[in-house]
């Protein structure tokens, strides 16, 4: 018989429990999935829901699903209209220098933080790994020969925030943004954004796609506002053994 979940492999290495993902529950699988999820011995598998399915919501409230996310996924086909001040010219951008040792450790350090916002902070089962899991996502990031990350340089040379992309098969990905709590609100991440998704275009990206949770209001005010528009909301439940 054909397997409904799909076994993820870095997962199930990197947080030590055996991951599955699937999507697609509705009544008539949803006996099928709770015996392939057992049979198999499966400690945790991600559940991807779309909001208005409600048999499916059904199905995860009755048998206990968790609920760790609501995924916004955005994307962009057209290049930004560019906004400017005088605050946001007093900063240097610059594209990360992949030679550069100290620029590398602080964004692993930051990209450590900003696993706070992530589903997998969200649940106590994931949440001891989920820094150490941005920090190799930031790393991903940076070695990616095709996408850039862009840094915000403030005058005393201290990064005061950052956007890292990767591109792969004309598909630009936006992953990682942040700006230092000081400076937040002032348009540094619109500036990055606009910058980042210009080089993707010029990189020969044909859309750019990014990812963030509801529960991050500024992320997501963030994106619609350079122009990113949605495309598909998900909700993420963690169904464990
Ligand atoms: C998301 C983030 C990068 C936005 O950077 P930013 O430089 O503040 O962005 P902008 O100034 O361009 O503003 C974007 C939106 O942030 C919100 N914002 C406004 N003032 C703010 C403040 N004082 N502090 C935080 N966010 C503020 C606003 O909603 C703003 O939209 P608006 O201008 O239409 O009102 C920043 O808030 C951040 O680093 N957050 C923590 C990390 C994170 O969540 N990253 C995204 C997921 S990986």
Known sequence: ??????KLKWDSDFFGFKIGSFSGLDYDNAEKFLKEFYDNKFDCVYVFVDPNDFNAIDIAAKNNFFLADIQMTYEF???PQKIKNA????LA???LDVSSEDHKI???MLARELSSVSRFSFDPRFKNLSSKMYEIWADNIM???DGVTILAIDANKKIVGFIGSTLKQNIG???LVWVS?????????AEMSDQIVSLLFDKGAEKITVKTQLRNNFANRLYQKVGFRLKEAKLIYHFWR
Not at 1 to 6: A, D, P, V
């Open 93 to 95: 951008y610059e594209i």
């Open 181 to 189: 709590e000081a400076f937040r609100g002032r348009g540094i991440g």
């Open 77 to 79: 086909h057209s290049r």
């Open 87 to 90: 605050f946001l010219e007093s």
């Open 106 to 108: 602080k964004i692993r």
């Open 173 to 175: 990905n936006v992953g």
């Open 1 to 6: 018989m054909t397997k409904i979940i799909n």
């Open 143 to 145: 070695r990616d020969k």
